[in-house]
């Protein structure tokens, strides 16, 4: 998965961009059948749950992926929230909630840590319901 910096990233944005892929593969690679959109990045780091408000696009996107933490460990902040060339949390902009969430998470003496993600093509039917979070519900069910 590539995420473009840019334009909001709003839970329909997300369902459409997935559909188009499955399309995408479907028709122009069929065999091996690719079965899911896989990604690791700052963007789903387990940290955003607890710095952003839960109506922010990226912790509502969040919480439709099967998230699995990754072995990132860093006293700097993300690259693509700061776009400093050399992170200096002294500099770093705080014009975003975000951008001041994670500075003060970090300057309080805390990590930042990345994420992981995957999301299976078969459960596209199911975006948009939280899926992966009703684990009763998506390893009981035949579909
Ligand atoms: C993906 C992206 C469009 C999501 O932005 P969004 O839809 O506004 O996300 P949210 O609704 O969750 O934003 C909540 C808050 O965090 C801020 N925020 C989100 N992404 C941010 C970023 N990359 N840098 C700085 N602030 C960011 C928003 O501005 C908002 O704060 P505000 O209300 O003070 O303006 C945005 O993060 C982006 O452009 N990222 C760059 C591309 C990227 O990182 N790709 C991944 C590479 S591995």
């Known amino acids: 998965m590539h995420i473009p910096a840019g ?10 961009s997935f559909r188009e892929a499955k399309r995408f593969f479907q028709r122009h690679y069929p065999t091996p ?9 700052w963007m789903f780091s ?7 408000p839960a109506d922010s696009n990226l912790v509502r996107f969040m919480r439709e ?9 860093s006293r700097s ?10 992170f200096d949390p002294a500099t770093a902009p705080r014009k975003t909630r975000l951008q001041r969430a994670i500075l003060d998470h970090l300057q309080a003496g805390n990590f ?27 390893s009981c069910q035949t579909r």
């Open 65 to 73: 992926l099967y998230l699995y933490p990754t072995n990132s460990r």
């Open 33 to 41: 059948a690719a079965r899911a959109i896989v990604s690791s990045s």
């Open 112 to 138: 930042w840590r990345d994420g992981g993600m995957f999301f299976m093509l078969d459960d596209l039917e199911h975006f948009g319901s939280q899926w992966y979070q009703k684990s009763a519900a998506w």
């Open 7 to 16: 334009a909001r990233i709003t839970l329909d944005v997300c369902a459409e």
């Open 77 to 86: 902040g993300p690259w693509f929230v700061f776009l400093q060339e050399q």
């Open 46 to 52: 387990p940290l955003l749950n607890q710095l952003l």
